[in-house]
């Protein structure tokens, strides 16, 4: 049974023990399976990128598409947001331009706090609020977006009148036309462990697309979203992700006087070792950038993933997340390839 903890701000919010959640975690991953495995009925060669959204969201890490405009990006967000049964007041998306100011992502100044010498934000239904956003076009923002957005990303907060205040903000998409190479976007880009191609399906899917697409174009005439079909929601999220951070910290007994960290436990020395080969390779082949910071976040990325589709232990399958972590779209075109090579995939 969920906890109900008074936050400092005077939200409530739930949390949950451990014996708790390990006693649901089953039924948890079976639900969240139910739902990436239904969702991915309503789109076309979708299933991967529907996949890598429930992991993002499960590990709370940002997650990138990046694609031509008509492959399904917002459609993918919208869809997987109306299926999880997020309410649109916890719900924020917006299309980032070079002319986007601050109070269209983090609220309007309020003047009549401003007359009493208060720098205060009315940041109801913005970034700060929701549990869920979508920021189209990120690498556009302009560098006071980026610094928010940077330090939303980080440290999960905002600034009111110069005092850091938490936001709400759980699982962050965001999507790109391309991706560009100036270099003050490089600490953003490098916030995004993942970023996943959304592309054009016509080609090998030429009937489906069409037959499928209709269908779509009726549901939004009717007003319909048979997609919604509650087989998970966001506290089944919220929840993996807090039994799988719990998990992280746990020491298993080994022996008599021997403890093992979850690396021991869950990752097996092999999987580990060829883990390391294919970033030294990565590295030193083919210049991919891998700071340290997104080594640990794909170790967690790792462990999520593993948790969902196998409920166990971290294999070799899993390793294909290293062909997300391109930089630019000569680097996504090259691990796309490159990384099922290096793993010996058919």
Known sequence: MATKILTNNGQVREEWTYEELQEEAEDLRKRLNRFRTSLGRFFVEKQNLIDLMVVAAIAQEPLLLVGPPGTAKSDLVLKFKDALGIADEDYFEYMLTRFTEPSEIIGPIDISQLREGRYIRREQGKLPTCRLAFLDEIFKSNSAILNILLTIINEKKFYQDG????????????????????????????????????????????????????????????????????????E????????????????????????????????????????QRLVKTLVREDRIFISDRKLVKLYKLFRVRAWLLTGGTVTR???????????SQQE???????????????
Request: proline share 4%; glycine share 4%; aromatic share 8%.
């Open 163 to 234: 005092v850091p205040q938490p936001v709400r903000l759980r699982i962050l998409f965001a999507a790109t036309n391309e991706i560009p190479e100036q270099s003050e976007l490089a600490a953003l880009k490098d916030r995004f462990c993942l970023k996943a191609e959304s592309r054009s399906v016509q080609e090998h899917h030429f009937t489906e697309l069409i037959d499928l697409g209709l269908q779509s174009e009726v549901y939004k005439g009717l007003n319909q979203k048979p997609w919604v079909e509650s087989h998970a929601s966001l």
């Open 236 to 275: 089944d999220v919220l929840k993996a992700n807090r039994y799988l951070t719990m998990t992280f910290s746990k020491r298993h007994r080994a022996g008599r006087n021997d403890e093992h960290n979850d690396r021991q436990v869950f990752f097996p020395a092999e999987v580990f070792d060829e883990f």
């Open 317 to 327: 399958d899993d390793l294909h997340l290293l062909a997300y972590l391109g930089e």
């Open 332 to 346: 996504i075109a090259l691990l796309r390839d490159k990384v099922p090579m290096l793993l010996g995939d058919a």
